[in-house]
């Protein structure tokens, strides 16, 4: 079993949609969630982090965190074609700062 | 506020040879991270480092690589002899105060490395 899970996609979502992306952790004693974007050929970059269970929302973003079922998930509202990427779920078990990321899930936004 | 700088972008080489990459996190970070990204997979981390000592290098294969910080501010990381599995992207990335599970990590532009 993987630390962290990911559907790798494709997933592609009609614009104005709403895209959802999900994501398993094994161990139960995570405390820290990320999620990031990578668009082809560039580096990751930091979207949401999430650390406490329920929602989070920032801006057409929402993450939401339960540490019951091992899942965390994002949500795009009205995704647009920028979103257009692969995110990746990342996952602190520990205070030492060692992020175990996900495969990653191919997001394709169609105009 | 400049990013965290890598060099070189790309870089191929044959296999037994070796290759370094640099690393210049952003000003005042005191922890910086290595990790390798093999292509269809996230990153996996290396090493990571807080000012000059190493916090974790459990994932760092130590026969063929290496990697320091020696004045607590930029790093090298090291492959030698090269394989044609370490083809990757190596990605640098560094967060400001001592790891707490909660700081951002800001990414580097990576080193595109191929082994051939």
């Known amino acids: 079993q993987k630390e962290v899970e990911q559907n790798s996609g494709p997933l592609s979502v009609p614009e104005g949609a709403i895209a959802s992306l999900n994501c398993t952790y094994s161990?139960?004693?995570?405390?820290?969630f990320f999620w990031y974007r990578q668009y082809s050929g560039k580096s990751p970059e930091l979207i949401m982090s999430?650390?406490?269970?329920g929602d989070k929302e920032d801006g057409r973003f929402t993450a939401q965190l339960n540490k019951a079922s091992q899942y965390v998930s994002l949500l795009i509202r009205d995704s647009q074609p920028s979103d257009s990427a692969t995110y990746l779920c990342?996952?602190?078990?520990?205070?030492?700062?060692?992020?175990?990321f996900g495969q990653g899930t191919e997001l394709s936004v169609k105009p | 506020e400049a990013g965290v700088a890598q060099s070189p972008r790309y870089k191929i080489i044959e296999k037994r040879q070796s290759v370094a990459f640099w690393c210049n996190p952003i000003?005042?970070?005191?922890?910086l991270y290595w990790y390798q990204q093999i292509l269809g997979q996230g990153p996996k981390l290396l090493i990571q480092f807080q000012n000059n000592g190493v916090v974790d290098d459990s994932q760092l294969p130590k026969d063929r690589f290496s990697a320091e910080r020696l004045k607590g501010v930029d790093s090298t990381l090291k492959i030698q002899p090269a394989k044609l599995e370490d083809s990757a992207v190596y990605l640098c990335a560094s967060s400001l105060g001592p790891s707490t599970g909660q700081e951002t990590q800001y990414f580097g532009p990576g080193t595109r490395l191929l082994v051939l």
């Open positions: 161990d139960r004693g995570s405390q820290s």
């Open positions: 999430i650390y406490s269970n």
């Open positions: 990342a996952v602190n078990r520990n205070q030492g700062g060692k992020l175990i």
């Open positions: 000003s005042g970070h005191a922890t």
